[in-house]
């Protein structure tokens, strides 16, 4: 038999359950599985800031390609409390990420030893499995687990925490004779789809919504096949964004509260049946759910038993993995329209176009200071549909999804449920580590840029190229924007005269020299007219240099972004003046019909 440490058992296990790249930071207690990482070779590991930075990178890089784990790391105490954010973030949007954690040996974990902290029973509620190994021939079964865990039903990341001798003693294992356990995945019946069909039949306006379940299902082309089976016009969720292309005949446009298109919550409005397939009814997306329900027949297909009913209880709730169930969907449906048995939705797939035609936002204005819209409006312009967008929470984010266009699944990289500041940089370099030829663009906010900036310097060092577009209001917008209910602009801005760059004024923080002295490149806009410019030779410059270029836009200090004021998708609350003419929204996805 071979004999190897535990911790070098773990790393060959990383290898065969197909683990290419890591990202982390070493340190005293997880020496020994860095030690194992490099003899074995075979993981690419990238050296990040800050633990939690890393732990985004993972949650960037798993969320980039069907299949993919990413994997952080880091030693022992503050290092595993840094990552509980990734954790929160990765379970909320379910998806699978390993973070391993290094600790002090096992015999003075209950002494208080330096950096000795129980992470497994702090990480227990935001994963899968969270575990601290104690005697090392269990280190290949708990990593074996692991993999099972993260892929099976509802995906999802795991904590394996291990103390350093653990890691250090040698334990019988065979490598060449390894095989990952399979993953479980509830799958759909027959009579479950019929019935479900059945039900859509017998409506006259119904909608699919699509939820990030069927991105990590890897479903879209089933879902796009079904709906256009059956003639369904399609509302993808955020984390569902991408679904099938934004110009596509059946799509609706987003619902919600924020993150939503005039003509998607409109349409929306006037459906009597709705398909959830991989989405969980995120409040932001409902509203009030007495609005969002009147009038409608729901079913829920979802991998995870207890989401269904966990928002309000559906009229038919079906357990499935997404793709399991979208193949037994477009089977049903095609021996269906075989026979002529399915009804015509045409003129309500027209009627939710119609709409996408004439219910636009405005975009192009030629303010100076630069109004946000613009911005959007020149990202449109700049970057093409291959495009993978980054962005996490805040005006930025709720503006760019409701102006940006996106054409294929996973080109939409978002933190949905947990939306924690400084996300979008750690997570922009691990979606460039995953794939390397894409056109990477992040989209900050200023504060959001600001809370993690230091891992610009992990793309400088490692090569990771992206585009990062930085909207500076000096403001937290979002708050700023929610303190109106309660008649205070308080605590949210972030003005100072920066007494190294008086030529900001009181937009503070110098980005273009952060960024520059963090050996990345930046370009400053004040003029709309030159933000073309600018992104194109962003784009160059990454290419050439390699590193992240960041494109800081000047905005107006105070925009207000359409939304909700009233927790009502039927009331949303338009702040700007709308487009009237189609010069007002030039890169609108249907040309404004007036």
Request: charge should be negative; glycine fraction near 8%.
């Amino acid at each position: 038999m071979a004999r190897m440490t535990a911790a070098r058992a773990a790393v060959e296990i990383l290898k065969r359950e197909g683990v290419t790249n890591a990202f982390g930071v070493p340190g005293a207690a997880i020496n020994p599985f860095y030690a194992a990482l490099k003899a074995s070779g075979g993981v690419n590991h990238t050296l990040a800031r800050h633990v939690e930075g890393a732990s985004h990178m993972a949650e960037g890089y798993t969320r980039t390609h069907p299949g993919n784990i990413g994997v952080c790391i880091g030693t022992s105490g503050p290092a595993g409390t840094d990552m509980i954010t990734g954790l929160y973030s990765a379970i909320g949007d379910s998806i699978p990420i390993l973070c391993i954690t290094g600790q002090a040996p096992t015999a003075v974990i209950h002494k208080e030893d330096f950096q000795a902290v129980d992470i497994a029973s702090i990480a227990k509620p935001v994963t899968k499995m969270a575990v601290t190994v104690l005697e090392a021939a269990q280190v290949p079964g708990v990593f074996q687990q692991a993999f099972h865990l993260m892929r099976s039903g509802r995906p999802g990341p795991v904590l394996i925490d291990l103390p350093i001798d653990v890691q250090l003693t040698e334990i019988e294992f065979d490598p060449e004779t390894y095989e990952p356990l399979q993953a479980y995945k509830p799958a759909a019946t027959r009579p479950q789809i019929e019935k479900a069909i059945r039900l859509l039949n017998e409506s006259e306006r119904p909608l699919i919504v699509a939820g990030g379940g069927v991105i990590n299902a890897d479903a879209a082309e089933l879902l796009v096949e079904f709906a256009e089976l059956t003639g369904t016009p399609v509302v993808p969720t955020l984390m569902g964004w991408g679904l099938l292309p934004d110009d596509h005949e059946l799509n609706a446009g987003m619902v919600g509260l924020q993150t939503s298109h005039r003509y998607g919550n409109a349409t929306f409005l006037e459906s009597d049946f709705v398909l959830g397939i991989g989405n969980r009814w995120a409040n932001r997306h409902t509203g009030k759910l007495d609005v969002y329900t009147a009038g409608r027949t729901f079913v829920h297909v979802d991998i995870e038993p207890t989401q269904i009913g966990r928002i309000f209880a559906p009229d038919y709730g079906i357990t499935s993995d997404a793709k399991a169930a979208l193949e037994l969907f477009v089977e049903v449906a095609r021996e269906l329209k075989a026979a002529g048995r399915l009804p015509d939705r045409s003129a309500w797939a027209a009627s939710a176009q119609e709409k996408k035609a004439t219910l636009q936002r405005r975009t192009h204005f030629d303010d100076i200071p630069i109004k946000p819209q613009r911005v959007y409006e020149e990202m449109n312009k700049a970057f093409g549909p291959e495009t993978r967008y980054v962005s996490t929470i805040g005006l930025s984010q709720i503006a760019g999804a409701q102006m940006l266009h996106v054409f294929k699944p996973r080109h939409w990289i978002n933190c949905g449920q947990a939306g924690p500041l400084g996300w979008t940089i750690p997570a922009a370099l691990g979606v460039a580590k995953a794939d390397p030829e894409a056109q990477v663009v992040a989209l900050s906010g200023d504060y959001d840029f600001q809370f993690m900036i230091e891992e610009l310097a992990v793309g400088a060092q490692h090569r990771i190229p992206y585009v990062h577009v930085l909207v500076n209001n000096a403001y937290l917008g979002l708050i700023r924007q929610a303190q109106r209910a309660f008649d205070i602009d308080f605590q949210v801005k972030l003005e100072f005269e920066n007494i190294n760059s008086p030529e900001l004024g009181v937009y503070g923080v110098d980005h273009v020299k952060v960024a520059e002295g963090l050996g990345c490149k930046a370009i400053r806009v004040t003029d709309p007219n030159e933000l073309g410019a600018a992104l194109e030779q962003a784009k160059k410059l990454a290419a050439e240099f390699q590193v992240p270029v960041v494109v800081e836009a000047i905005l107006e200090r105070v925009t207000n972004i359409a939304m909700s004021t009233t927790n009502d998708i039927g009331n949303v609350v338009e702040f700007e003046e709308l487009a009237t003419e189609p010069g007002h929204a030039p890169t609108s996805i249907r040309t404004l019909k007036v």
